[in-house]
């Protein structure tokens, strides 16, 4: 049977759909996970030999009309429905593939002007493209691939407190911006560097989520200040497509707030010192 992206996709998330979700009764036992092709086909009103040509790669030219029969019986998001229709070829990708790496002067001048919110601009292929201070003070100064810091550096085990949840987000928002721009050559790079260096993520890629960054919370374990839960916002940069800008920032009056404040007090003095060094 060939393997391709649109098949694989559609295989891992029929395994995710219970019958009792799907309105379907169970009855004895079943030997797959999820529904099955027959299951999915009534669903989605087609024929079980044209789902199959889907799975195995022997159609790839579904309509948009299938896609979203297909989305609704799969129960995708709106990520998921997106990246279906990318793995099909019926949405539009970017009409460069290659992102600029350069970060607008202006964006940066307004990073640098939040002394109590980490920031940070990254590419498709999670490069760190651009930081403020108190975003260097929270990562340790690391200027690498988001991506290769939380799967290959083993200080990030000890910096998310919540690295399990964190290193499913990335790899599903990685997914995404792979069926986005699948030829972009650094996007390419980091999947084959991680693919060969990190088993957590080989085994996080085969499971072909397809997730963007949300409005979420991760937990921070610092080694100057200690534990901080922060709320993370993304938005896609309109001057440069492909880049995103993620700001952290924590509750007002918390004690994360209060450690936030104490790490850009640390940062700033850092700042200082290394300014006066001849």
Known sequence: ????????????????????????????????????????????????????????????????????????????????????????????????????DRVDPNLLQLMDAWPDNPALVCNRAYDLLASNAIADALFGGYSGNMMELIFLEPRARRLYADWPTVAVNSVAGFRLGHGEAPDDPRVRAVLATLLERSEDFRRLWQRHDARGKTLETKRFVHPSVGELTLRMQAFDVRSAPGQELVVYHAEPGSSSAEALRLLGTLAATAAQEQASTP
């Open 1 to 100: 049977m060939a393997s391709t992206p649109l098949g694989d996709y559609l295989r891992s998330r029929r395994a995710l759909v219970s019958p009792q979700s799907a309105g379907l009764a169970s009855s004895g036992l079943r030997r797959v996970q999820g529904l099955r092709r027959e299951e999915v086909s009534l669903l989605a009103g087609m024929s079980v030999d044209y789902y199959v040509r889907l799975e195995q790669g022997r159609e790839s030219n579904p309509s948009a009309q299938v896609l979203d029969a297909l989305a609704a019986v799969l129960r995708l998001d709106e990520d998921g429905r997106l990246h279906l229709f990318r793995l099909a070829g019926l949405a539009p990708r970017p009409r460069s593939a290659v992102v600029t």
